[in-house]
């Protein structure tokens, strides 16, 4: 046991250390372009549902759809025959009930210290933009609850008239409200600008890769890189002018192998903490932050605890025999594993595919243009889930 505290005590200094040198490198000249790469793990402390956890709700709901398969609430062409489970589980997913995360905050710090070149984040839950970032500095690579339009005719579709359709209380048995096209000649169902199965990439997202090679900085905070083409983001940075940088609870993909990577490993807002700290950032970071409170109170109870405010407000059922709760948790657990597995089955490229998004890089030219080549795989990898915010990450 003791043993197991030194070492832990080790690994705490060195990372502390590692945190010096980096704000060291970020307060210097060398350092003026800083790219990030956000993952769902960003968002962990905002209570953002969780993709495999049943006690969310989400995979309550989603156990109750009866779809033909567990991707089909994603996929487009199911969602114009279908639009009632997608919208069953868009008001568990609405951003409004959430607060932005400390880490949130220190990209709008970025920004405001004229660091922060581009946000790429893989997450659909608007959170960056609700912390103050600036919309032009922040790159949605599978879409997000930002904007909406019809599926048919692509008009904008108002976003306060969304939040209203997709939060409405219901009645008991009454149906999901299901948003449609404003124009009378449409009709047409409308959707966030989420990408779907069978959707291509968002234009900005394959527009702005070049960011990458830009970058002295290249933060990668909360995300697992196994999720393609936005992995494949992280080996784009220059070897020679670029440091890489890990802020995640665990080693993933190759950060490490260069000579100017640094892994901190450890949750998010510790970290950024520790590093706010570092740069003399504190309590600007603990400011902004202050700033993303959520005013609504019914918000900030979902926000502040989620399962634990919905604990709390249901008042406790104890008379629930231990038995039957044991298996339907047994029956829900068999139908989470079913939607993962095969999500995630979808959300892999094959490995033609990732080598020649590993490679995409080499096919920017001196414009900033991709090629078609590069142009044609990133499309094709649109088939996959972009959802990643609700993925473990």
């Not at 220190?106 to 609700?130: P, S, Y």
């Not at 890489?244 to 000579?259: A, F, H, K, S, T």
């Amino acid at each position: 046991m003791g043993n197991n505290q030194g070492s832990a005590i080790g690994q705490s200094q060195q990372r502390l250390k590692d945190i010096e040198t980096l704000a060291d490198y970020m307060k210097s000249d060398n350092c003026k372009k800083v790219v990030l790469m956000l993952g769902a793990g960003v968002s962990t402390s905002a209570g953002i549902p969780d993709f495999r956890s049943p006690k969310t709700g989400l995979y309550s709901n989603l156990a109750k759809l009866k779809l033909p398969r567990p991707e089909a609430v994603f996929e487009i062409n199911f969602f114009r025959h279908n639009p009632v489970p997608f919208y069953t589980l868009a008001a568990e997913l609405y951003p409004d009930s959430f607060r932005p995360t400390p880490t949130h905050s220190f990209v709008k710090l970025l920004a405001t210290h004229n660091l922060l070149h581009m946000c790429f984040t893989q997450n659909i839950d608007t959170l960056e933009r609700r912390a103050g970032v600036s919309a032009d500095k922040i790159v949605e690579a599978h879409g997000s609850f930002a904007t909406h339009r019809c599926i048919d005719c692509w008009t904008p579709f108002d976003g306060n008239e969304m939040r209203d359709i997709v939060l409405a209380k219901r009645a008991p048995g009454e149906g999901v409200r299901i948003p449609r096209c404003k124009i009378k000649e449409c009709g047409g169902l409308v959707k966030p600008n989420i990408v779907f199965f069978g959707e291509p990439l968002p234009e900005r997202f394959i527009r702005t890769i070049p960011a990458i090679g830009e970058a002295d900085l290249l933060l990668i905070i909360g995300t697992s890189l196994t999720v393609h083409p936005f992995a494949s983001l992280a080996g784009m940075a220059d070897h020679k002018t670029c440091r890489r940088v890990l802020i995640n609870l665990e080693r993933v993909g190759d950060i490490g192998r260069r000579p100017g990577d640094t892994v901190l490993l450890g949750e998010c807002d510790v970290i950024i903490r520790e590093l706010c700290a570092a740069l003399g950032w504190a309590d600007e970071l603990e400011e902004a932050w202050a700033e993303t409170a959520l005013k609504d109170p019914q918000a900030k109870a979902e926000a502040k605890g989620g399962n634990e405010a919905k604990a709390e407000a249901k008042g406790g059922n104890e008379g629930v025999e231990v038995e039957e709760a044991g298996k339907e948790k047994e029956a829900l657990e068999k139908e989470i594993d079913k939607i993962t597995n095969g999500i995630e089955k979808q959300l892999d490229l094959t490995e033609v595919s990732k080598q020649n998004l590993a490679n995409a890089d080499s096919s920017v030219d001196a414009e900033g243009k991709t090629s078609s080549s590069t142009e044609a795989t990133l499309e094709g990898a649109s088939g996959g889930l972009r959802l990643r915010s609700l993925l473990p990450s």
